[in-house]
């Protein structure tokens, strides 16, 4: 099995995104260029972060264009797993894959640091080897990381199980302070109805090794891993 990281113009995490998959968990992983408009033969699809089309317009609206989008969406609905991180989260949001949208920060200022996210779901695809109410210390980097939606998204959200993830304290507590970026009911994290399209502000790849001061990143990467046929789950 394979694993697709995209590549867009201005896509600056996708090294980090191979690192992760292909380094740490040894699976056989390949770029592909946004416009190659074929994802047949990839049981996992990465959209990484960075700043595509240096993020005209709005953050992921012109990525959302791209020829190999097409093949996204039809992979996606097939079933197939997708991930989107920091701006991959934003152009699914814009994509449709993804309810709600991705706009600049409350404090219009870009913020990089780490955080805490609560897993608010372990039953899924991205999360099964982590526990609900389970702290991870994983780190954020944007400018516009700020999750909206309408309030009857909200509540289907929540009544589905697919808020994934939320902004916590060092308690393990959901509160404003710990809201970087004031993403409503501090969300970090959602998937898809179906459960295969996840999208996540935070960085796990850049939380995968000892050295980067953090491996909490590793339990989302080997969620889907094992979800997707890829590893097999330690007993």
Partial sequence: MKAAIIR??????????????NDVFHVETYYVWHKETS???????????GFSYGD?????????????????VREAEKGTH?????NGFQI????????GALVRNRSLHFVCKHV?????????????????????NIPIAHGEGNYVADAETLRELNRGGRILLRYVDNDGAVSDPANPNGSAE???????????VFGM???????????????????????????????????
Avoid: W
């Fill in 39 to 49: 994802l047949e033969g990839f049981g996992l699809i990465v959209l990484p972060g």
């Fill in 82 to 86: 997708v991930m989107g991180i920091c």
């Fill in 92 to 99: 699914l949001c814009e994509a449709h894959l993804l309810p």
């Fill in 186 to 196: 501090n969300i970090a994290g959602i998937c898809n109805a179906r459960g295969n």
């Fill in 201 to 235: 502000m935070p960085h796990p790849e850049r939380a995968s090794d000892a050295r980067l001061g953090s491996e909490d990143g590793k339990f989302i990467f080997e969620s889907v891993l094992v979800s997707a046929g890829f590893i097999k789950a330690e007993k």
């Fill in 116 to 136: 805490n996210v609560r897993v608010e779901n372990c039953r899924t695809a991205f999360t099964n080897t982590a526990l609900t109410g389970q702290s991870l």
């Fill in 8 to 21: 867009f113009p201005g896509s600056n995490c996708d090294q980090d995104c191979f690192y992760a998959l």
């Fill in 56 to 72: 005209y317009l709005r953050c992921g609206a012109i990525a959302r264009y791209s020829p190999v989008m097409q093949s996204v």
